[in-house]
């Protein structure tokens, strides 16, 4: 039996939309499910303002209800994905979506058989994460490069984009330069890919 393949990156897919039509692995999922909550929100929004409007031409202020806009959910506590656990004092630092996203791409490497450098990105991933030298920002740009690096892995080698993959390892090297523990573990994982 074929495994669909989702339509946007080509990893497994998971799940599918109009009757198989588009069908989308995990990760992509969850941008897609975010992007349609992001377009309910300011719909939602703007319903409430054009209520108000109506009421302000009518003269009578607050005479029809509004609809609840719900908050975006922010996450608290220890993040525990299948391979990278986060403890609680870093979570709030850093984007968890990129976190996840290298996550589910570490779980398809190990499927395919490449458990070493899995584990190599992993520990990378965990020492990006709780350094405290590293800035909130530069250590969000570094695990989204990392997830990007990942999701590339993920797909059939003659279909990656090396060109680029090389330019954000290049870009990586300078953010961590000054960190030989990660260097020296960013250097065995590019060994490993080119």
Known sequence: MKKTKCHNCGKPAIVTYN??????CLDCNLKFQQA???I???????LNYLTAEIEAVGGLPRLFPRYKVSSPVYYKGDLILNNINI??????????????????????????????IAELIKILTK???????????????????????TEQLSI???QRKTSI???????IFTSISGFSNLL?????????IF
């Open 40 to 46: 309910f929100r300011r719909n939602v929004k703007m």
């Open 165 to 171: 993959l090389k330019t954000i390892f290049a870009t």
């Open 127 to 149: 020492e990006i994460i709780k350094n405290k030298d590293i800035v909130e920002n530069q250590k969000n740009e570094i695990l989204e490069q990392l997830a990007f690096i």
């Open 19 to 24: 009757n198989g039509k588009l069908a989308l």
């Open 87 to 116: 403890q609680n004092s870093n979570v709030g630092v850093i984007n968890t979506g990129n976190v996840e996203s290298i996550d589910v791409s570490l779980t398809f490497l190990k499927e395919q058989g490449n458990e070493e």
């Open 184 to 192: 020296e573990i960013l250097e065995k994982v590019k060994k490993l």
């Open 156 to 158: 059939p080698k003659e």
């Open 36 to 38: 349609q909550e992001l």
